[in-house]
């Protein structure tokens, strides 16, 4: 059969009579063919087809109503709306009814969102679906031993998942295979294709021209149930890149760059959309890191059009097919030209310099130039204990061979590391490459230890030997995040990320007052030299190395495919239904923390040794906001216990609380609850008796996870309200009767001493939201419709 670019070429030729009626533009054209040349989503799923029919349907139908040129975010974001012609569209306010293409699941909050699904009693999910195992492995020894370690100790929760992934028709790749984020971007993701994924940087596959967006298991639940999502319309950050990278600057400057602009919640509620003539000086692997990274910004999603860098990638990575459709359709790939961002960023990429971001926050940005002069200045410890490179961000066959370039340099030197170092490769396509192209053993004789193809350290799988916690000290790594505690636990580890290349020659020199592009390194013959910049293909020349074969499809009858959970699992735990709203306001609530500065996920739910009570709900509430910090002394875990007036851990005092009947609140500052998507942030305040969460601001995706879950995420109406309000007061919440979308709540501040104050509440509730909360949570209300 003649190729499908060649089948269009021929239609037009041949045929203008068609070509006039269907309209001039060749992609109408293309659309008339796209169910004779149909082109699977993926190698696995090979009856799943991308529809950029539909796609180019629902942008005709929404650029005929609001008349304007679209962005490319628009483009795909309004090309997978559920009724394109009455959804009402207005960037950041109204809520959008969309259709995703499939659904990505990592193990650690696959558990949770298949003890869900299993609750709604459906057959088989609705779209395309696969469950990674990259979290449950601890960095130990090094990758096989880690690995063999991981299987043993995790087979209850990997069974389970492989069990209920057969069941119901989820894709399921076993743990080895790498992290998802890669796995997704070398398989799944592809221009134009609406993602959404339970981790924070699903992002990752807007390099590859997607809108891929992190969500919560119960949103994944919503989906993968045929459900449309909702999804707040985000607005646009435009970031138009110039120039050209070169030398030491890397892809991943650009977000270390755009973090200190925009900070960790300049973000929220947006997409940013690269755009600009510097774009095609960036790999698609590079553009992936980029918007990997996004997350840390708080936005939605990033994205970067298609190009002739995705095309290359889809290519190496076996799937010309959709490169060539891709290709057709590339209109609806790109932004329009004249369209608005409602704000615009620009960087000159041959002005930018190497970045290096912290400590305890991505969006303290600094110039490596200049981190060791102010490192000095602030009392960060200089010598650099440990380096690290991979993780989702930056563990692409072009990161490891810029890493191996300089690794290179320093042992024609004979120099090793003084740093320790590690090196984690992002899948096992990747791990099997940089082995037969020789990185792999170079980074091991500069002193490196490979691990496995997982998460690693960058979420707190480390089991870190070399020091104490509470001791200080410093470590560079090329991952996206690093909050205080969040590699290792110890909250004096003054964690800094850059690129790996930046890495590996900061670990070489063992200081963060080494800058590779002006200073030199002493070799072993004592001779000075200086590292030049790294320059490394970006795709290997030869083809990938696909390694062992780590993918399980489901079966085409699994009816007899039994899914078990025992009543005596401490890993594992079937759910109850949250109560329903009893219909009345909610009065005299205790506060059960009143929390100082930043409160991310991981202070609300720990990763790390938690990481295995990811499928048990009352285990993993154990951790419940044991890294927040309490205003009333400054202490984490360590709360008032209202009635007996004794300071104790958060969650006990939470299960004395529930215990005797008492409903309480939390309360928060600015950007409550950014960081990683998990819902377990959401459903423990739920499952130990919590009713609202009352803060300054939120991060996204913990907003609508609250909301998922029954529980009230409401903000001061005034900022300032925060500080009227002490952890001895009770709260009462009125209005919910009339609970209505944009309408404020009502809250009585109850001071011990009888005097009250009131102030107003607000919420960003939809009339579906509301609905989730009367019935006591969205899988409750998604029941009482399949009852209906």
């Known amino acids: 059969m003649a190729p499908y670019s060649l089948l269009v070429t021929r239609l037009q030729g041949f045929f203008p009579f068609l070509k006039k009626a269907l309209g001039v533009r060749q992609y109408h054209v293309a659309s008339v063919l796209c169910q004779r040349a149909k082109v699977a989503m993926s190698h696995f799923e090979p009856n799943e087809y991308i529809r950029y029919d539909l796609l180019e349907k629902n942008i005709d139908i929404v650029r005929k109503r609001l008349n304007r040129p679209l962005t490319l975010s628009e483009k795909i974001v309004y090309g997978h709306l559920d009724d394109p012609a009455k959804q009402e569209i207005e960037r950041g306010k109204t809520y959008l ?15 949770m969102a298949m003890l869900q699904f299993i609750s709604s009693g459906l057959p088989k999910v609705a779209v395309p679906s696969t469950i990674h195992c990259d979290h449950l492995i601890e960095a130990q020894l090094g990758g096989e031993k880690d690995l063999r370690r991981a299987k043993d100790i995790n087979q209850e929760v990997y069974n389970f998942l492989a069990t209920a992934g057969a069941k119901y028709g989820v894709g399921f790749w076993r743990p080895g295979s790498g992290i998802i984020h890669q796995i997704i971007l070398e398989n799944y993701a592809y221009p134009g294709v609406l993602l959404i994924g339970t981790d924070s940087h699903t992002p990752n596959g807007g390099g590859l021209g997607g809108i ?11 989906v993968m149930a045929g459900i449309p999502w909702e999804l707040k319309c985000p607005k646009v950050i435009g970031v138009k890149l110039t120039g050209s990278l070169s030398g030491w600057t890397s892809p991943k400057d650009v977000i270390l760059k755009v973090a200190g602009i925009l900070t960790v919640k300049g973000g929220t509620g947006a997409i940013v959309e690269y755009h600009g003539p510097g774009v095609d000086s960036i790999s698609c692997t590079g553009m992936a890191t980029i918007c990997n990274m996004g997350a840390e910004i708080g936005a939605t999603t990033s994205v970067f059009p298609y190009n002739h860098r995705m095309k290359k990638y889809l290519s ?10 891709a290709d057709e359709y590339k209109d609806h790939l790109v932004p329009d030209p004249g369209c608005h961002y409602d704000q615009l960023i620009e960087i000159n990429l041959n002005e930018l310099k190497p970045h290096i971001n912290g400590p305890f926050t991505p969006d303290l940005a600094h110039p490596v130039a200049e981190v060791g002069t102010v490192a000095e200045k602030e009392g960060w410890p200089l010598d650099i204990r440990v380096g690290l490179i991979g993780s989702c961000t930056n563990s692409s066959y072009e990161d490891m061979g810029r890493s191996a370039a300089v690794a290179k340099q320093a042992l024609a030197h004979g120099l090793k590391c003084k740093s320790q170092f590690t090196i984690t490769p992002g899948s096992e396509q990747i791990r099997a490459t940089i082995e037969r192209d020789g990185y792999a053993q170079i980074l091991r ?3 490196g230890i490979v691990l496995a193809n997982a998460c690693g350290p960058c979420i707190g799988q480390w089991d870190r030997k070399d020091i104490k916690k509470g001791e200080k000290n410093t470590i560079v790594t090329s991952y996206n995040r690093n909050f205080t505690g969040r590699n290792d636990a110890n909250p004096e580890t003054h964690a800094f990320v850059t690129s790996p290349e930046i890495v590996t020659a900061l670990a070489i020199a063992g200081t963060l007052k080494f800058n590779p592009e002006t200073d030199f390194l002493t070799g072993k013959d004592g001779k000075k030299f200086k590292l030049e910049a790294p320059d490394a293909d970006e795709l290997p020349r030869a083809e990938f ?34 109560d329903k709203w009893d219909g009345k306001d909610l009065e005299d609530l205790q506060i059960l923390i009143k929390v100082k500065g930043k409160c991310t996920t991981d202070h609300i739910s720990a990763a790390g040794p938690w990481l295995k009570f990811r499928g048990h709900l009352d285990n993993i509430s ?31 005092t939470a299960r004395y609380y529930k215990k005797h009947g008492i409903r309480w609140v939390v309360i928060g500052d600015e950007n409550y609850g950014e960081g990683s998507s998990r819902e377990h942030a959401a459903l423990e305040p739920r499952h130990l008796g919590g009713r609202a969460i009352i803060t300054k601001s939120f991060a996204r995706i913990h907003e609508t996870n609250l909301k998922k879950q029954g529980l009230l995420p409401l903000t001061f109406a005034d900022p300032a309200d925060y500080n009227k309000i002490h952890p001895v007061d009770k709260l009462t ?27 107003l509440l607000n919420h960003t509730f939809n009339e579906t939201q509301i609905e989730w909360f009367r019935a006591g949570s969205a899988l409750n209300r998604m029941k009482e419709l399949q009852q209906q």
Do not use: W
């Open 97 to 111: 009814r969309l259709r995703p293409d499939r659904v990505a699941m990592q193990d650690a909050t696959a558990q």
């Open 545 to 578: 190395d696909p390694g062992q074969d780590t993918y399980q499809h489901p079966p085409k009858d699994s009816s007899g495919q039994r899914v078990d959970v025992s009543p005596t699992s401490q890993r594992l735990q079937l759910l109850e239904p949250f």
């Open 316 to 325: 190496k990575t076996g799937r010309e097919d959709i490169a060539k459709l």
């Open 733 to 759: 919440i009125q209005g919910l009767k009339d609970f209505a979308p944009g309408k404020p709540l009502k809250c009585i501040i109850k001071h011990p001493n009888g005097t009250q104050e009131t102030i």
């Open 445 to 447: 004789e500069v002193g």
């Open 212 to 222: 891929c967006i992190g969500v919560g298991g119960a949103d994944a639940v919503d």
């Open 622 to 652: 154990n951790n419940l906001l044991i890294g927040a910090i309490n205003i009333e002394n400054g202490k984490a875990n360590s709360v008032r216990n209202a009635v007996t007036q004794e300071f104790g851990p958060v969650p006990d």
